[in-house]
């Protein structure tokens, strides 16, 4: 079977490197969804997957790469992060991605050893299968997710039910999970930052382009002085000089470097704009310029023209947010909502509190019916937005 036609929006849209996942995944996952969905047209199923954000998520499910099992990685490395846990205030923990719970809970295990009550912390868990999602929260486990060596955890922290190991209720109520994908720009967009971020075995999967997009989520939902904890193989796909180990490197612990310095996004500056081509937000969009002239076009109902000159301004500034955010505009006015998106998408990556492309993100989600994106996108604008003095 080809898969020509998918491979691209697996890339581009869910961020996954099909060579990465191993071979015949990609054609394997194709085949289960197009017989769950009665194509026997391959071409015809491509399209539904370029066209469907379902079916991309449904696609995503087939593809993720599950293989975990409680205390993964060995006791003392949850031990270390419960312990950083444990010397902060009502703790935030994010596990992403959580597959189907062994992590996280292994999380909420080793603290509740440290005598840590629910109401001292909070577990998000987030993945982009539902499918995993579910068995996480039902939280019922054959003996083969317990084989990382050492004391039997059975016996104190779950219940036998037939066949099942089913976890204690008080430890799965530790833990909120949630559907995400770490390369959508948008993601966990309300969130507050997070004390500690546990995100492994997940950057091999990545494409390059999708990697820096996650590691620009993490940095955004990273508190200033929180942790960052990686598999040592995937240590080296970090941005240079960004993050430092904290302790043994076989944990994986990552600090920012230079904590209580100004922290920027983290984006190579190969992709980012130099400060002084981002400039300050003014009261009214400038007409002068290249960006001037395309947004005078657009003003003036030239579409087409308006298009081609900000692609002839992106070919010489790629990571222009400013020229992508009014591309996304004009597509979205010439009845582009796809292209809008994927413009005003890449803009958002670029500078993320951008408003302009916020606001039209915005609206073009509401008009989608993506009604949860669009309510975050209008709480985030209105904290840009300062209040008038009363």
């Not at 079977?1 to 998918?6: F, K």
């Not at 983290?266 to 704009?273: D, I, Q």
């Not at 400039?279 to 310029?289: K, S």
């Given at each position: 079977?080809?898969?020509?036609?998918?491979e691209?929006?697996?890339?581009?849209?869910?961020?996954?490197?099909?060579?990465?996942?191993?071979?015949?995944?990609?054609?394997?996952?194709?085949?289960?969804?197009?017989?769950a969905?009665?194509?026997?047209?391959?071409?015809?199923?491509?399209?539904?997957?370029?066209?469907?954000?379902?079916?991309?998520d449904?696609l995503?499910?087939?593809l993720?790469?599950?293989?975990?099992?409680?205390?993964?990685?060995?006791?003392?490395?949850?031990?270390?992060?419960?312990?950083?846990?444990?010397?902060?205030?009502?703790a935030?923990?994010?596990?992403?991605?959580?597959?189907?719970g062994?992590?996280p809970?292994?999380?909420?295990?080793?603290?509740h050893?440290?005598?840590?009550?629910?109401?001292?912390?909070?577990?998000?868990?987030?993945?982009?299968?539902?499918?995993?999602?579910?068995?996480?929260?039902?939280?019922?486990?054959?003996?083969f997710?317990?084989?990382?060596?050492?004391t039997?955890?059975?016996?104190?922290?779950?219940?036998?039910?037939?066949?099942?190991?089913?976890?204690?209720?008080?430890?799965?109520?530790?833990?909120?999970?949630?559907?995400?994908?770490?390369?959508?720009?948008?993601?966990?967009?309300?969130?507050?930052?997070?004390?500690?971020?546990?995100?492994?075995?997940?950057?091999?999967?990545?494409?390059?382009?999708?990697?820096?997009?996650?590691?620009?989520?993490?940095?955004?939902?990273?508190?200033?002085?929180?942790?960052?904890?990686?598999?040592?193989?995937e240590?080296?796909?970090?941005?240079?000089?960004?993050?430092?180990?904290?302790?043994?490197?076989?944990?994986?612990?990552?600090?920012?470097?230079?904590?209580?310095?100004?922290?920027?996004?983290?984006?190579?500056?190969?992709?980012?704009?130099?400060?002084?081509?981002t400039?300050?937000?003014?009261?009214?969009?400038?007409?002068?310029?290249?960006l001037?002239?395309?947004?005078?076009?657009?003003?003036?109902?030239?579409?087409?023209?308006?298009?081609?000159?900000?692609?002839?301004?992106?070919?010489?500034?790629?990571?222009?947010?400013?020229?992508?955010?009014?591309?996304?505009?004009?597509?979205?006015?010439?009845g582009?909502?796809?292209?809008?998106?994927?413009?005003?998408?890449?803009?958002?990556?670029?500078?993320?509190?951008?408003?302009?492309?916020?606001?039209?993100?915005?609206?073009?989600?509401?008009?989608?019916?993506?009604?949860?994106?669009?309510?975050?996108?209008?709480?985030?604008?209105?904290?840009?937005?300062?209040?008038?003095?009363?």
């Open positions: 079977m080809s898969t020509s036609g998918v691209p929006v697996v890339r581009e849209r869910l961020g996954l490197d099909p060579a990465a996942l191993g071979p015949n995944v990609l054609e394997r996952a194709i085949e289960a969804r197009m017989q969905r009665g194509f026997t047209d391959a071409a015809l199923y491509a399209a539904r997957v370029m066209t469907e954000p379902l079916e991309r449904a995503a499910a087939e993720a790469v599950s293989e975990t099992w409680f205390f993964r990685g060995g006791r003392p490395l949850f031990e270390r992060l419960a312990g950083f846990v444990a010397d902060r205030t009502t935030r923990a994010l596990s992403i991605p959580c597959s189907t062994e992590e809970y292994s999380l909420a295990i080793a603290l050893e440290r005598f840590l009550s629910p109401g001292e912390f909070t577990i998000d868990a987030v993945d982009m299968s539902e499918r995993a999602l579910a068995r996480a929260a039902a939280a019922r486990y054959g003996s997710a317990f084989r990382e060596g050492g039997d955890l059975r016996p104190v922290y779950f219940r036998r039910t037939d066949e099942y190991w089913e976890l204690l209720p008080h430890l799965r109520a530790a833990v909120r999970f949630h559907q995400g994908n770490l390369t959508d720009p948008l993601f966990l967009a309300d969130e507050r930052p997070y004390d500690l971020i546990v995100c492994r075995n997940v950057f091999i999967y990545f494409t390059p382009d999708a990697r820096l997009r996650a590691v620009a989520n993490l940095d955004r939902l990273l508190s200033l002085d929180g942790r960052l904890c990686v598999t040592p193989a240590a080296d796909r970090l941005p240079p000089g960004r993050f430092v180990a904290e302790g043994q490197t076989e944990f994986g612990i990552y600090r920012r470097v230079g904590v209580g310095s100004t922290v920027h996004k983290v984006v190579p500056r190969a992709e980012v704009p130099e400060p002084a081509q400039p300050a937000p003014v009261v009214a969009a400038t007409t002068t310029g290249p001037g002239a395309a947004r005078l076009l657009a003003d003036a109902g030239r579409l087409d023209e308006a298009r081609a000159a900000c692609e002839a301004l992106l070919r010489a500034r790629p990571s222009d947010a400013d020229a992508l955010a009014l591309l996304g505009v004009v597509h979205s006015a010439s582009r909502t796809n292209d809008a998106f994927d413009a005003l998408r890449k803009a958002l990556y670029l500078a993320p509190d951008h408003a302009e492309a916020m606001a039209h993100m915005m609206a073009l989600c509401e008009r989608r019916g993506d009604t949860a994106r669009a309510a975050a996108l209008r709480r985030r604008l209105a904290r840009l937005t300062p209040k008038e003095d009363t």
